[in-house]
């Protein structure tokens, strides 16, 4: 008889016995499989029963082909539910999978670094989920690092609470008067597997967002692959489509100018339409809150409507904020906003890190002050320039790559590969590095306020870097041959988490060595002895009294 207290334990907190405790994914898979193959086999139908394509002629084998690959995705599925088995127990994480060579991949509980939910289209119309355990690593052959696909969703939200939630743990009257008048706070309790109440929601989907995310390198890149898909899937039914095109308009009298003009405005379009609808699939329903978990706060972001995804991150493990303006996008205020913390791929395309959607950069302020909980914005500090033999190393730099670029181009036309005004690319391209050495060095600029590092550089995506200062585990000072004589060094702050290094290039040489040993306090003091006296008493520099050994 089962007393009132093992019917509320979560299945995942439970150590069954040995050998017993072995789970399979949901058999609702086999059924999403065969759905999936009868669909792949779908385009090819329609081309010989509905369009008449030849099944001999070679128009249809690229059908064929597409119908193969999405057959074998299914059988390759339903080889991997057959062969794949996973258990919980009151220390591990661990799964089998694997058909000719078989892997047992295991975590300790206690070194869990994220447990994340997400659901393709497919996985929500049939009601399952995907849930990603990790601990730091990337999931990939050989780490610990391993994805559940796909468990049903009641499963997927009991694995999740019981990994990373605490169950059944209301907010203490500490947290009720810490979160004071503001109406987008709430007691956090549980209300069932992974439904966690947010004790705080510091920003929700904003529609309006669409136009900072309208135009990228991705728009053009997108749109000519779906173009060319495109085209092929209609060529292979037997449409003219390069002959639909060429009536479209006069391409004759347009002229080189125009018809690039036109392809140009075109593909634009297109392609800002695509990422419109690309931002409000992937970002409808987006909430960034503060929730409960089972080491104290997380932060944890939820959006999508076809594939939804989940991602929660434990708040002690997080060492900063970085906001990233694109230069481009400059001009509208865009940027794009991550966490500093431990225990996230950051080359993960998913993006794990990114707290916001890209937006206007005054939210992604407001948002990451209040996230970091202090009482002035970091972002907002006033930062301390760079000095002008910044400005001139980079001015140097880009005259050095105009005037490569200028003998590259010059040889070619001596050669009679290129035209002698093709040099003239190398004229032309010189001012525009001038610029972008201008705007590089503008971005320059760094500060110490209270327990963070600020540091702000790059050109192509200015990024603005909030690092505590306690998190830091090595500093580095280095100099190259031209920064020697140009007076200027690069400090640079290592710490593990993020990207584990964030620098602070082409500081003032005689400054450079204070900047350090204030970002991380006692860790250069063993390198360091007093700076020898002159005659009369005194230091070379009154703000530098140590020099390193």
């Not at 937006?359 to 996230?371: M, N, Q």
């Amino acid at each position: 008889m089962s007393s009132p207290d093992d019917a509320q334990r979560s299945p995942v907190d439970s150590q069954p016995a040995p050998g017993q405790d072995w789970q399979r994914l949901s058999a609702r898979m086999i059924w999403v499989d065969l759905i999936q193959s009868l669909l792949s086999l779908l385009p090819a139908v329609v081309a010989i029963w509905v369009v008449g394509v030849d099944p001999n002629g070679g128009q249809i084998w690229p059908l064929i082909g597409l119908a193969a690959v999405g057959v074998w995705g299914a059988v390759a599925d339903a080889l991997r539910w057959i062969f794949t088995s996973y258990r919980v127990t009151a220390t591990h994480v661990e799964a089998k999978s694997g058909i000719f060579r078989r892997v047992h991949r295991s975590i300790q509980r206690d070194r869990l670094r994220s447990v994340d939910i997400e659901a393709k289209l497919r996985h929500r119309l049939s009601g399952l989920r995907v849930v990603n355990i990790g601990a730091g690593q990337q999931s990939a052959d050989g780490d610990s690092a391993f994805a559940l696909d796909s468990l049903s969703v009641d499963d997927a939200r009991a694995l999740q609470s019981g990994l990373m939630h605490a169950t059944d743990t209301p907010v203490s009257h500490d947290d009720e008067s810490a979160a004071g008048d503001d109406p987008s706070a709430a007691e956090t309790q549980a209300v069932g597997p992974g439904q966690s109440v947010p004790s705080r929601v510091f920003a929700r989907f904003e529609p309006r967002w669409v136009v900072h995310n309208l135009f990228s390198v991705w728009t053009y890149i997108v749109v000519l692959g779906i173009g060319g898909g495109t085209y092929w899937f209609l060529s292979s039914l037997g449409v003219d489509v390069s002959g639909f095109v060429a009536g479209l308009l006069d391409w004759e009298s347009l002229g080189w100018v125009g018809i690039a003009a036109v392809a140009w405005v075109s593909l634009t379009a297109v392609g800002a339409l695509f990422m419109a609808v690309v931002y409000f699939t992937e970002y409808w329903g987006f909430e960034l809150a503060r929730v409960r978990g089972r080491e104290g706060t997380m932060l944890r972001t939820r959006h999508g409507l076809l594939t939804s995804r989940e991602v929660n991150r434990q708040e002690h493990r997080i060492r900063g904020l970085q906001i990233s303006e694109p230069l481009l996008w400059r001009w509208m205020g865009t940027s794009d906003t991550s966490v500093i913390t431990t225990g996230l791929n950051m080359w993960s395309m998913a993006q794990p890190s990114a707290i916001l959607p890209r937006g206007p950069v005054e939210v992604a302020r407001d948002v990451a002050a209040d996230v970091l909980g202090t009482a002035e914005n970091p972002f907002e500090t006033p930062l301390s320039q760079h000095p002008v033999a910044a400005l001139r190393r980079r001015l140097w730099w880009a005259t050095a790559i105009a005037a490569g670029t200028a003998a590259v181009l010059a040889w070619l036309a001596a050669t009679g590969i290129l035209p002698a005004s093709a040099v003239w690319a190398a004229v032309a391209m010189w001012p525009l590095l001038l610029a972008g050495a201008a705007i590089a060095y503008r971005a320059l600029g760094h500060t110490i306020a209270g327990p963070h590092l600020i540091t702000r550089s790059g050109l192509a995506s200015r990024s603005t870097t909030v690092l505590q200062r306690s998190a830091v585990s090595t500093i580095v000072v280095r100099e190259s041959i031209f920064q020697r004589r140009l007076g200027l060094k690069t400090v640079s702050a290592m710490t593990a988490a993020g990207y584990c290094e964030y620098t602070t290039p082409d500081i003032d040489a005689r400054t450079s060595l204070q900047f350090a040993r204030d970002v991380a306090p006692g860790i250069l003091d063993p390198f360091l002895v007093p700076a020898p006296s002159r005659v009369d008493g005194s230091r070379p520099h009154a703000g530098v009294s140590t020099h390193a050994l």
